[in-house]
């Protein structure tokens, strides 16, 4: 219903009027009266109404305020979205209320966040509203730096595209905010990245800030905005051009006194990386450590799982196949055993490639009971049924183990072993059979927290992210032998097949689909450019033999160089680990 403020009277229109008065005072009683409503219903849609009344006459503004602050989130929410009406305040002239936009702003810190989405959507459509009040646009920017990310990232959504005059207000803290995205966890997803980076390229499309314009190149993944920012940056180094060479294997480097890892055929490479980014980052800080076990941190990866059961059958299940950055953050968190000490504790009681036999073993019975029980439909067979198959694991696990089995390691329980046959829960058992930990005079942490970032295609083709990730790397590297080095996922046929081995995958599915990529990772220890091409130091933890390596490739001892060209397009993540500010 839409009423106007004012009329030029005359007697011909004054009983009209009159009627039309008591219309409106009607309206307004029966409105106020549904908003006291029990029924929830009511009082929403009483509110839908009053938001009406107050789009023609204004000075009903107040009682729309006084329902932002209710109780109820659906009162809220409506309320909030009421708000809006001062778009249509702007068309008419009418001045707008700095206490009502300054509540709206406050609405981004609503615990719900459907409330919060809705004040960021009607902000953004109020320019001119906040334009007439500078100290509410400092405001609305000091909140997209607000410890919480929730806030930060509605704050983010609210910024619309604002006069120039009040974009120097804003532009401060959408800078700050670029600059930290780069170490703070929680400021450091793409979408928000590019809602800043839209901001300034909308409203500052003569920007050429350089340090601002190489965070938003390395971390942004939209090609539009990407060529955006290259433009404004100006002229970068060629793609071919590597810069001078850098090992952190040479005297002094962060990996010099690190041993080349061998995974010995266990699907490890992610807690391979892991554990190598953990050691390096502290030997850069002069934290005098021994070897992380890769193993333990295979099973601390896994077993920190918030679903067993998912864990277990990720990537055919067992510790095989994870997150190098996981990784990262369980030994940040957890701590780690050396490698020396956990090798030791293993063989005090079970053989070499016992985790290996461990998992078929249990894939074996896993698959058996779950055959078994399509066919069984009375409880009794059923627990029968468990029982046996728990019974026949116990035997192969003990037909593993050796009479020394150390006393720190207790096995699980048939009934345990019953629940995690059916649970399919591989990382339970293992943590029963080996012990999750190593013993407490072998541990160690690190003594200030770590961050691992990753950076990847995610969504983009790894041809379109080839310059990204190839900037990110040089960048990373040119700080010299004192870098940590850059963990790497990508297709390891690259490896055994050479150069001639290209794909061009987008999702990430597509890494662990194709059949003939055979997913890995590893870390980039070096960067040197020769016969016109840039090439990458790729240590790999396959031992020291060169033997599996394409004879492409020149193999340092487990060392391989790799054209940059052909492997970037054949990465899916970088991986990036820092001390935590």
Known sequence: MKRFRSFVITAGVFSALFGSTVSLAEDLRKIRAELKSENLDVRVSAVAKLRDEVEAIPELLPELLNLVRDKTPRVRKMAVNGLGIFETFAENGIPFPKSALSLLIEQLKDPDETIAMTAAYVIRRLPTALRQHPALIQRLGSLVNDSNPAVAENALRALPVYPKEVTKLLLPEIEKWILSSGTAQNHSTEALLVRAAEFIELTQPE????????????????PTLLKWAQDRLGPQKSATDCGAEVRLD??????EKMPIHDQDGLGICFAETGAQLFDSLLNQHGVT???TSSLHAALLTKLNFSDPSQASRSNNGGIDGGDACATV????????????SYLRFLNTGWPKASVGQLYDLFETHRQALEAELK??????????????HAF???DGILATCSPNRPSVVKLPTFDELGRILLEGSFPSLARGVFGSDCQPKDKFRAPFEITCQAIGTYGYSSREMKPVLQRRLLQHLTQGKTATPVGISYCSALLESGPKWKKNLSQTEDFFRAPDCRFHASIVVGKRQKNGSCQFLIRNSWGTDCDSYAKTWECEKGQIWVDADALLENTRELQFVRKEP
């Open 207 to 222: 920007y050429s800030k350089p340090q601002v314009l190489s965070v938003l190149l390395n971390r942004l993944r939209s």
């Open 250 to 255: 040479a005297s002094g480097g962060t990996v």
């Open 289 to 291: 450590h021994p070897r």
């Open 329 to 340: 953050r369980g030994l940040s968190s957890s701590g780690a055993c050396s490698h020396e």
């Open 375 to 388: 066919s069984k439909k009375l409880q009794k067979e059923i627990d029968q049924t468990v029982s046996r």
């Open 392 to 394: 026949a694991l116990m």
